[in-house]
């Protein structure tokens, strides 16, 4: 079974540029996470969909990000316009649409640098 | 709200040295208690869990009891490898609606052979 999928792995851009990052979760995962760690800081939850609707967003930072999951596979996040403080590592993570105990699986991260 | 603190890192420990590294939260109710583990290069892998108080979740020699007196989840090793070189992370996560994961800061582990 393919785990979590992020691409691209790294993203080097200017203040001011958009930048699109997308996880592809396990297959026949409902439940797809957003997560980002700044500065070495700790790992902070953005948003949460289940399939394709967005169940929690209480997490981004503002309107500068947005999140999609078209057709509740793979989802996209933007960033527009980026800002420095936006750099970190964004990381997606993917479980089952079952009760409480579920197990979240994460991917290796997208790693952000606005300079 | 929901918060966990661990211990600072980083720390650096020889080959078959014994590992604690501390993890203590606070939150309403009876979450349930992770460690994630990230080596280089890789994504966050669960190493560990545990769903209730007094459960201890075991994992690679890995421990870590949950104690609902202490509010504290503290990852145990007995002796550790070069291969365990990693960061390691604390979480809660209650049941319900609202599913996500709230972290601790991360611990950076270096094994020395």
């Known amino acids: 079974e393919a785990g979590v999928t992020q691409f691209p792995s790294h993203s080097v851009i200017e203040k001011g540029q958009t930048v699109t990052l997308r996880c592809d979760p396990i297959s026949g995962h409902d439940n797809l996470y957003w997560y980002r760690r700044v500065m070495g800081k700790e790992i902070k939850f953005l948003l949460h969909?289940?399939?394709?609707?967005?169940?929690?967003e209480s997490g981004m930072p503002n309107n500068r990000f947005l999140a999609e999951r078209t057709g509740g596979t793979y989802s996209t996040l933007k960033v527009q316009p980026a800002e420095l403080e936006d750099s970190g590592v964004y990381f997606c993570a993917s479980s089952r649409l079952l009760a409480d105990f579920e197990t979240q699986y994460f991917g290796p991260g997208t790693r952000l640098l606005v300079l | 709200g929901n918060s966990v603190t661990q211990m600072e890192g980083p720390v650096t420990l020889s080959e078959e040295a014994f590992l604690t590294i501390n993890c203590t939260y606070t939150a309403t109710g009876y979450p349930s208690l992770f460690w994630y583990v990230q080596y280089p290069g890789e994504g966050l892998q669960l190493l560990l869990k545990?769903?209730?108080?007094?459960d201890k979740g075991s994992n690679k020699g890995f421990e870590a009891t949950y104690r609902k007196e202490t509010t504290s989840f503290h990852l145990e090793k007995g002796s550790v490898q070069v291969s365990d070189s990693a960061v390691y992370f604390c979480a809660l996560k209650y049941s319900g609606s609202a599913r996500q994961l709230t972290f601790g800061s991360g611990t950076q582990l270096t094994v020395l052979p």
């Open positions: 545990a769903t209730k108080a007094d």
């Open positions: 969909f289940v399939k394709e609707s967005k169940q929690d």
